[in-house]
């Protein structure tokens, strides 16, 4: 199967820039298309950014300009720069991955869901 770990999350100023890392393991054949929610308390959990395996990617409007969405294909690894954060970005981030494992010697013909555990970002003076 494949987990995916993230990290870097945690408390920052109005202003202020953090760097969040989603890491695919696992016996993986291959990762598509990888992205970047959040949930905000009370709020439903909502589309950040996107990325294909290609590199184009997506932003939802209250983001764009000032997060930036990568990833490393070898180390089947994304990224989410986010810089002049403002206390409405305070959520737990979530990353999604749609792959396909390993199952014994073949391929899963099917491309499944992951996603990680979610992180932290808080943004307050």
């Known amino acids: 199967q494949v987990q995916l770990v993230e990290s870097g999350g945690g408390l920052v100023h109005p202003g202020g820039s953090l760097r969040l890392s989603c890491a695919a393991t696992g016996r993986i054949f291959s990762i598509d298309a990888m992205y970047w929610y959040r949930q905000a308390p009370g709020k439903q959990r909502e589309l950040v950014a996107s990325i294909t395996s290609g590199g184009t990617t997506n932003y939802a409007d209250s983001v764009k300009g000032r997060f930036t969405i990568s990833r490393d294909n070898a180390k089947n690894t994304q990224y989410l720069q986010m810089n002049s954060l403002k206390p409405e970005d305070t959520a737990v981030y979530y990353c999604?991955?749609?792959?396909?494992?390993?199952?014994?010697?073949?391929?899963?013909?099917?491309?499944?869901?992951?996603w990680g555990q979610g992180t932290q970002v808080t943004v307050s003076s």
């Open positions: 999604k991955a749609k792959g396909r494992p390993w199952v014994g010697a073949y391929p899963d013909p099917t491309t499944r869901d992951y």
